[in-house]
Each structure stands twice: as structure tokens, then as C-alpha cells.
């Protein structure tokens, strides 16, 4: 089994930063992506980012040059750097575990992220 949690969510004004963690606990095979997602209400769930175990990073066009990803992997964890946060990022955002063999794909629950105008 694989647990992922997510923390680090929260309220804050445009132009602001908030950084999101995420650690996953369990039976963790070395070739994995680690990515986050976020859900706006009335949106389908997106992809914002997400990093390979060797490092490689592929982001939306939405969050480029405002968001950053990186990862732990000795510490099984990955972070979301936010910066210059706008109204259009509030969403749930969830942290996703992907094992590339054997296949298998893990969420968190999400944790809500608030930008105000």
C-alpha cells in the first residue's frame, strides 16, 4: 500500500506565495513521477506539475515561471512552490504518485488552496 498526504495549503492574497508539500509512505519503487493537480469547482482536475525520479519537470502553461516543483527522494516527499498567486489558481490541489513498474497511480485527498483578489 501507498499513502500520500498532502499539507501546506491555504489563504492568501494575489501577487502572494504559498509552497505545498507532499510525502509518500508505503511500498515505493525508485522509477516513479510525482506530480500535482489541482480542481477548480465546475473544472475538471489539471495537471500543474509534475517531476520524474531523475529529475526531468514538464509544467502548465498557466504556472510557468510562477511555480516550481522539486523532490526529496530520499525522503519520499515533493513540493509546489507558488509564487505570484492569482485569483485563477484557487483550486484543490492533489498530489499524485505514479509507479512506472510495477504500474500504479496514488492520490491524496487535496488540500485547498485560496487566492484572493
Known amino acids: 500500500q501507498v499513502q500520500v498526504v498532502e499539507s501546506g495549503g491555504g489563504l492568501v492574497q494575489a501577487g502572494g506565495s504559498l509552497r505545498l508539500s507532499c510525502a509518500v509512505s508505503g511500498r515505493i519503487f525508485s522509477s516513479n513521477i510525482m506530480g500535482w493537480y489541482r480542481q477548480a469547482p465546475g473544472d475538471q482536475r489539471e495537471l500543474v506539475a509534475d517531476?520524474?525520479?531523475?529529475?526531468?519537470?514538464n509544467y502548465a502553461d498557466s504556472v510557468k515561471g510562477r511555480f516550481t516543483i522539486s523532490r526529496d527522494n530520499a525522503k519520499n516527499t515533493v513540493s509546489l512552490q507558488m509564487n505570484s498567486l492569482k485569483p485563477e489558481d484557487t483550486a484543490v490541489y492533489y498530489c499524485?504518485?505514479?509507479?512506472?513498474?510495477?504500474?500504479?497511480?496514488?492520490w491524496g485527498r487535496g488540500t485547498q488552496v485560496t487566492v484572493s483578489s
Open positions: 499524485k504518485h505514479t509507479t512506472i513498474g510495477p504500474r500504479g497511480v496514488y
Open positions: 517531476i520524474s525520479s531523475s529529475g526531468s519537470t
